[in-house]
C-alpha cells in the first residue's frame, strides 16, 4: 500500500497530516501528487469532490513555495465561499510543522476593504472566488506578475456559475512561466475548449473511476417509506441517536425551513441553511453549528460543498439528490478524519431504481433498515 513516504511528501507535512488522521493516500492523491510535486507542467483532473483533491493539488503546490520570497506565487480558484475557505484552511493545517508559508482567501460575502488590507502583508498563496479576484484586480490590490501555478478546483461548477470570462481572464493576465492544475468533476464542451485553448497538449490527464470515490467506512442505508411518513422516519432516527450530531439534506428551501419548525416543535435543536439567506446569516448558522449550539444542520444542496466538520455521526438525505454526484458531495460531510458514519436516504417506491443504480455507478451498497 502506498504512504505519503513513499510520495516523497517531506516530514513537516507527514507531520500535518497524520494530525489530521490523513494516513493513506486516496487514488486520486497517490496518481496525482507524483505528477505534480516538483515538477513544472500542466495537469488535468477529473475527479469528483470527496476524493481528496485539496491534498493532492495542495501538498505540491506548497512544496512549490520558496517560503523566504514574500510575493504572490501561487493562485487556487475555486467555484463558491465555502469551498474556497475550506481549502485555505486545509492548506494552513498542512502547513503546522513547516517553514512558515502565508496563505489568504478571497471571496464574495466577505468585505472587499479587509480583503486589500490583509494582502498588503506578505501572500505566497491566494485562494479566491474568480469574482471576488477579479475584483481585486480591477483595484490593483493583487500582483499575480510572479505566479506560478494556477489551480481551477471544479472548473465545471465554476462555469455553470457564469465565471467563464473571469477565468480567461485570470488565466490571461498570469500567462507566461506559470503552470495551470485543472480538476473537474465532468469534462462539458466548456471545459474542453478551455483545455485545448489554455493548456498544453502534452500535460499529463488522469481519471478517477467513479467507483473508487466513496468513502469506505460511511455505511450507507435506506427506509421504505410513503413521502408523507418522511419526517416521522427522521425523527425516530434522531431519537434514537439522540448522542450524535449531523446534517440533513433537503432539495428546496421551503422543505428546509418547514423542517427546521418540526425539529423545533420536537425539542431537536437545529439551525437551517438555504441559498437564500444573505452571506451574514449564513456565517452565523455555521458559526452556531460548529460551535455545537445546535444538533443538527438542516440544508439544501449549497452547503454539501463546503462543510467540513468532524465528528458529524450521520448525514440523511429527505430525498436523493438530483445527481447522483451531489449524493458522494453530501454522504462526504461524515466519516471524516478516518472516523466511521452513516448516510440514510429517505426514499419511496419510485426511488428503489435510484439506489441501484447509486450501487452500480459509485460501487457501494446499501442495506434498508425496517
Same mark, same amino acid.
Given at each position: 500500500?502506498?504512504?505519503?513516504?513513499?510520495?516523497?511528501?517531506?516530514? !513537516?507535512?507527514?507531520?500535518?497530516?497524520?494530525?489530521?488522521?490523513? #494516513?493513506? $493516500? %486516496?487514488? /486520486?492523491?497517490?496518481? +496525482?501528487?507524483?505528477?505534480?510535486?516538483?515538477?513544472?507542467?500542466?495537469?488535468?483532473?477529473?475527479?469528483?469532490?470527496?476524493?481528496?483533491?485539496?491534498?493532492?493539488?495542495?501538498?505540491?503546490?506548497?512544496?512549490?513555495?520558496?517560503?523566504?520570497?514574500?510575493?504572490?506565487?501561487?493562485?487556487?480558484?475555486?467555484?463558491?465561499?465555502?469551498?474556497?475557505?475550506?481549502?485555505?484552511?486545509?492548506?494552513?493545517?498542512?502547513?503546522?510543522?513547516?517553514?512558515?508559508?502565508?496563505?489568504?482567501?478571497?471571496?464574495? !460575502?466577505?468585505?472587499?476593504?479587509?480583503?486589500?488590507?490583509?494582502? #498588503?502583508? $506578505? %501572500?505566497? /498563496?491566494?485562494?479566491? +472566488?474568480?469574482?471576488?479576484?477579479?475584483?481585486?484586480?480591477?483595484?490593483?490590490?493583487?500582483?499575480?506578475?510572479?505566479?506560478?501555478?494556477?489551480?481551477?478546483?471544479?472548473?465545471?461548477?465554476?462555469?455553470?456559475?457564469?465565471?467563464?470570462?473571469?477565468?480567461?481572464?485570470?488565466?490571461?493576465?498570469?500567462?507566461?512561466?506559470?503552470?495551470?492544475?485543472?480538476?473537474?468533476?465532468?469534462?462539458?464542451?466548456?471545459?474542453?475548449?478551455?483545455?485545448?485553448?489554455?493548456?498544453?497538449?502534452?500535460?499529463?490527464?488522469?481519471?478517477?473511476?467513479?467507483?473508487?470515490?466513496?468513502?469506505?467506512?460511511?455505511?450507507?442505508?435506506?427506509?421504505?417509506?410513503?413521502?408523507?411518513?418522511?419526517?416521522?422516519?427522521?425523527?425516530?432516527?434522531?431519537?434514537?441517536?439522540?448522542?450524535?450530531?449531523?446534517?440533513?439534506?433537503?432539495?428546496?428551501?421551503?422543505?428546509?425551513?418547514?423542517?427546521?419548525?418540526?425539529?423545533?416543535?420536537?425539542?431537536?435543536?437545529?439551525?437551517?441553511?438555504?441559498?437564500?439567506?444573505?452571506?451574514?446569516?449564513?456565517?452565523?448558522?455555521?458559526?452556531?453549528?460548529?460551535?455545537?449550539?445546535?444538533?443538527?444542520?438542516?440544508?439544501?444542496?449549497?452547503?454539501?460543498?463546503?462543510?467540513?466538520?468532524?465528528?458529524?455521526?450521520?448525514?440523511?438525505?429527505?430525498?436523493?439528490?438530483?445527481?447522483?454526484?451531489?449524493?458522494?458531495?453530501?454522504?462526504?460531510?461524515?466519516?471524516?478524519?478516518?472516523?466511521?458514519?452513516?448516510?440514510?436516504?429517505?426514499?419511496?417506491?419510485?426511488?428503489?431504481?435510484?439506489?441501484?443504480?447509486?450501487?452500480?455507478?459509485?460501487?457501494?451498497?446499501?442495506?434498508?433498515?425496517?
Amino acid at each position: 500500500m502506498t504512504t505519503f513516504k513513499d510520495l516523497d511528501i517531506t516530514e !513537516g507535512y507527514l507531520k500535518g497530516l497524520a494530525e489530521l488522521g490523513i #494516513q493513506t $493516500p %486516496t487514488e /486520486v492523491q497517490a496518481k +496525482t501528487i507524483p505528477k505534480l510535486l516538483g515538477k513544472t507542467t500542466d495537469f488535468i483532473g477529473q475527479a469528483q469532490t470527496g476524493t481528496g483533491k485539496t491534498a493532492a493539488f495542495g501538498l505540491p503546490l506548497l512544496a512549490a513555495v520558496d517560503p523566504t520570497q514574500p510575493h504572490l506565487q501561487s493562485v487556487i480558484l475555486a467555484p463558491t465561499r465555502e469551498l474556497a475557505k475550506q481549502i485555505q484552511k486545509q492548506l494552513f493545517r498542512f502547513t503546522k510543522h513547516t517553514d512558515k508559508i502565508f496563505s489568504e482567501v478571497v471571496c464574495g !460575502g466577505d468585505k472587499i476593504d479587509r480583503q486589500i488590507a490583509a494582502l #498588503q502583508r $506578505p %501572500t505566497q /498563496v491566494l485562494v479566491a +472566488t474568480p469574482g471576488r479576484l477579479m475584483d481585486l484586480l480591477r483595484r490593483k490590490a493583487v500582483d499575480l506578475s510572479q505566479v506560478k501555478i494556477l489551480v481551477l478546483d471544479e472548473a465545471d461548477e465554476m462555469l455553470k456559475l457564469g465565471f467563464r470570462d473571469d477565468i480567461e481572464s485570470i488565466m490571461k493576465i498570469t500567462k507566461g512561466e506559470r503552470s495551470i492544475w485543472l480538476f473537474s468533476a465532468t469534462m462539458p464542451p466548456g471545459i474542453k475548449k478551455m483545455i485545448s485553448r489554455y493548456i498544453s497538449p502534452e500535460a499529463p490527464f488522469l481519471k478517477i473511476d467513479k467507483k473508487h470515490i466513496v468513502n469506505p467506512n460511511i455505511r450507507h442505508q435506506y427506509i421504505l417509506c410513503k413521502e408523507g411518513e418522511k419526517w416521522g422516519q427522521i425523527v425516530k432516527f434522531l431519537n434514537d441517536h439522540k448522542e450524535q450530531r449531523g446534517l440533513v439534506f433537503c432539495r428546496t428551501r421551503a422543505d428546509t425551513i418547514a423542517f427546521g419548525k418540526e425539529l423545533e416543535s420536537k425539542g431537536i435543536s437545529c439551525v437551517v441553511l438555504h441559498g437564500d439567506l444573505m452571506q451574514t446569516e449564513r456565517d452565523k448558522v455555521m458559526r452556531m453549528f460548529k460551535k455545537e449550539r445546535a444538533r443538527i444542520l438542516v440544508t439544501t444542496d449549497i452547503a454539501a460543498r463546503g462543510i467540513d466538520i468532524e465528528g458529524l455521526a450521520f448525514v440523511i438525505h429527505h430525498q436523493l439528490p438530483e445527481k447522483n454526484e451531489y449524493y458522494t458531495h453530501r454522504s462526504g460531510r461524515t466519516a471524516r478524519a478516518g472516523k466511521t458514519g452513516i448516510s440514510l436516504a429517505l426514499i419511496t417506491r419510485f426511488d428503489e431504481k435510484r439506489i441501484a443504480r447509486l450501487e452500480k455507478q459509485l460501487g457501494i451498497s446499501f442495506r434498508e433498515l425496517a
